[in-house]
């Protein structure tokens, strides 16, 4: 049997295999998922669902802008489409089971990011959305600026940039030398790919053959400095990957179709797999314009507008 994330193809349920039954990525499927796709029900409607939730995520991100010290918005903006995608259509994960010894593992390594994690993982049911926004980053929270492991769904804490890859490697590594099959899914920055330390993990995973591990980039064109052009180029990153020995390919980090297909797409040759997802800090906020800032405090105003833009009133 095969399975085609394009909503164009239909598709075969994941639930309508038997528990035995490999993935395209060879691992057995585990008997519960968070999203509307593969890991529900794998259809055009579900993946329908999918923008949906994508704006419900980022009307909850500018809700953690408005907070007393404000959030990292640019970036975890720009990855919206990247953590519905994974949590919504391709991991296997369970909200009500976090911990399940057979779940895919997903590893934000732009830790600063925090708010965009936090607000997916409360839309697919890991936390709740109100304590999250009640807490967020206040005195003694499990919320935290920078992603911290406390929080149901956090594998990591991470924010010191160069990292998160370098643990995605190792813990596939050992799932690989048990003979498991859960995956592992690492998100890095454009601007992070400047830490030398990631291209060691890298070579480590090809070395390996770590197949069951993905390296997806926000390649939103931005970092803390400014522009990432500006401050280290990151271009040709695809050829570069390939020449690491990865399965890479590029596309549009705001497409969710492609997404789901790119991360659905069976690996090769013993390969593991590297997308590099074209994004826009502060993507899907028209107020923003594409043009969404590093980190932002919003005032009240702020925030009607920015609600107003997503299609909510102001709370």
Not at 2 to 25: I, Q, V, Y
Not at 188 to 208: I, Y
Not at 248 to 260: F, M, N, R
């Amino acid at each position: 049997m095969t399975f085609s994330a394009n909503p164009t193809t239909p598709g075969l349920s994941r639930d309508a295999r038997t528990p035995d039954e490999p993935t395209a990525s060879g691992g057995p499927v585990a008997p519960a998922r968070t999203g509307d796709g593969p890991s529900g029900a794998a259809s055009d409607a579900g993946l329908a669902l999918l923008p949906k939730r994508a704006k419900r995520i980022r009307q909850t991100i500018v809700r953690l802008a408005a907070t007393p010290s404000g959030c990292h918005l640019g970036g975890s903006l720009s990855m919206v489409e990247i953590l519905v995608a994974l949590l919504g259509w391709v991991m296997r994960v369970d909200p009500r089971a976090p911990k399940a010894p057979e779940r895919d593992h997903l590893i934000l390594s732009k830790g600063h990011a925090a708010a965009g994690l936090y607000a997916a993982l409360a839309e697919f049911g890991f936390v709740d959305v109100e304590t999250l926004v009640r807490e967020y980053n206040a005195d003694g929270s499990i919320f935290t600026g920078h992603v911290n492991a406390a929080v149901p769904g956090v594998e990591f804490a991470t924010g010191s940039l160069g990292h998160g890859l370098g643990l995605g490697v190792g813990l596939t590594l050992g799932h690989a030398l048990r003979g498991e099959h859960n995956r592992t899914f690492v998100i890095c920055g454009d601007g992070e790919m400047g830490e030398g330390s990631n291209w060691e993990a890298l070579q480590v995973a090809s070395h390996r053959k770590l197949t069951g591990l993905t390296l997806i980039i926000d390649r939103n064109g931005g970092q803390n400095d400014g522009p990432t052009e500006a401050i280290l180029s990151q271009e040709a990153l695809v050829q570069r990957l390939e020449a690491f020995g990865f399965q890479s390919l590029e596309v549009d980090g705001h497409d969710l179709p492609a997404l789901c297909a790119a991360l659905e797409a069976p690996v090769v040759g013993g390969r593991p797999r590297a997308i590099v997802a074209r994004t826009r800090k502060g993507a899907g906020v028209p107020m923003l314009k594409g043009k969404g800032p590093h980190y932002a405090v919003f005032t009240q105003e702020h925030l009607r507008r920015a609600l107003a833009s997503l299609g909510e009133d102001g709370q």
